[in-house]
């Protein structure tokens, strides 16, 4: 519960901790930044190992001073979020949040799918590309499959499992049209 806490006589990090009901699931252990106001105003940033501090190193478990702003952060802020993004010929395109079992098909339906018929006859449905990330990560494979085969049965082998940061590039026939390619 973050907020404003008294620190009495003396009051420990650890002790702060369990008077603020405790941490998080998602709590980073690695570090906690503690920000003191120094005598002549400048602050100080004094950083710990929040596991060292809850489980036994007494010299990490500093005392709390009064103005101390304590700083526990989460996991999620500490790790990038995985994402996926489509582009090209789909109602909605843009990034994604990447979800567990993500397959491509999925991704096509929450960025506006092809119910629209009309929509749907300007695309381009023999062909679409997904393009991954190599593991060197300097560069991207190219993977063709076949959107059509995908809309009309989502357990199609071409329904691939999202990686995080792939691309999937959907195209219109004006996209492809020799007299426009430059």
Known sequence: ??????????????EL????DGLLGDAYLERIDIVRIKPDLKEELIKLNLNEVLYGNIESDLEIKSQDKVRVYSLSEMVAPKVVSIRGHIKRPGIYPLQQNMKIYDLIFIAGSFVDEEFKKQ?????ADLFRLREDGTSRSLTR????KILKDPRSEQN???????IIILYDKEMVNPKKIV
């Open 145 to 148: 499959f076949n959107l059509d």
């Open 17 to 20: 901790i369990k008077k603020a």
């Open 1 to 14: 519960r973050p907020g404003k806490y008294d620190i009495g006589g003396s009051l420990k990090v650890s």
């Open 123 to 127: 695309g381009i449905l023999e062909s």
């Open 160 to 166: 691939l499992f999202l990686e995080n940061n792939d």
